[in-house]
């Protein structure tokens, strides 16, 4: 459905529900959304944000949208979190997998330009990895039940890690850049400290085979070759928080990521100050960037 969110168009919930995992969960706005909701709209009357909720009446809607957009996949939930089983995201990622093409007359060389593109952010990033290695068995044991391994990260799927400061930074962003996807995104939203991303993870030098430990060319062909094989985050988005209990953001925190982003060469997306700012009246006239990387599909 249409959204406010700033940096997406359109938001897609077929697995919704979570559990809190981190300080930035402690006033989150999505598990209120669902309380709402509670009974309604295939939420559940009791429970009504329980991890891995399945919404089978909801995959195919991308399918139905003829006009290509951003797509924020499980903006009321983590799709990686433990409880959701891989069979549902399989179906999910079967249909972003998808291309979507709205007629007969497009020439084989424009048909990409008609895709969607999905931004899943998740604050599990190593679900992501067990993902992988459960379809890679699958398709090796010859099950038709899965997506081609070199498949399942096209140009148009993006993948993104939610960090509210230095430590989840930390923890998962070294996860987010063993994912062989086209795209990484951070999402440093609530900003509730400050981070610094500049001399490992928006720096051109850093080495996935020391992160990763391993070699995902392996059965990933093309992606990555060798141990010289260096990799960035490509995007990253801030925001203040919103909601009761808001939490105090600095601006100087904000202003010294935009910069990183900017000395980087990278696309930086602030979304906004928070709702403490307003409660507080204080006024930030700074004019903050709101870029985007580039689509490769578009």
Request: hydrophobic content about 35%.
């Amino acid at each position: 459905m249409a959204t406010k969110i700033e940096w997406t168009e359109e938001t897609w919930n077929p697995i919704t529900g979570c559990s809190p995992i981190s300080s930035g969960c402690d006033h989150c706005y999505a598990m209120r959304m669902a309380r709402r909701l509670a009974g309604r709209a295939g939420y559940p009357k009791i429970h009504p944000f329980r991890p891995g909720t399945y919404h089978e009446d909801k995959i195919k809607a991308p399918f139905h949208w003829r006009k290509p957009r951003m797509v924020f996949v499980g903006s009321m939930g983590d799709m990686f979190h433990p409880a959701v089983a891989f069979e549902h995201i399989l179906e999910v990622w079967t249909t972003m997998t998808r291309l979507i093409i709205p007629g007969p007359d497009v020439p084989p060389e424009r048909r990409n330009d008609y895709n969607h593109t999905y931004q899943i952010l998740t604050k599990r990033p190593r679900e992501i990895l067990n993902f992988i290695e459960w379809n890679r068995d699958r398709y090796e044991r010859g099950s038709e039940d899965c997506i081609i391994p070199s498949k399942l990260f096209p140009p148009w799927i993006w993948i993104g890690v939610t960090a509210e400061h230095q430590g989840t930074a930390e923890d998962r962003i070294p996860v987010l850049l063993e994912i062989p996807a086209a795209l990484r995104f951070v999402s440093v939203e609530p900003m509730i400290g400050p981070i610094d991303l500049e001399h490992v993870y928006l720096s051109p030098g850093f080495l996935v085979d020391v992160l990763r430990g391993g070699n995902w060319g392996s059965y990933y062909p093309g992606k990555f070759t060798n141990h010289s094989d260096m990799t960035t985050i490509d995007w990253v988005i801030c925001g203040g928080e919103t909601g009761p209990g808001a939490r105090w953001i600095n601006p100087h925190w904000v202003h010294q990521l935009a910069r990183q982003c900017r000395e980087a060469g990278k696309p930086f997306f602030f979304k906004k100050w928070g709702d403490w700012m307003k409660r507080n009246g204080k006024i930030v006239p700074d004019q903050m960037p709101r870029e985007y990387p580039r689509r490769e599909n578009q």
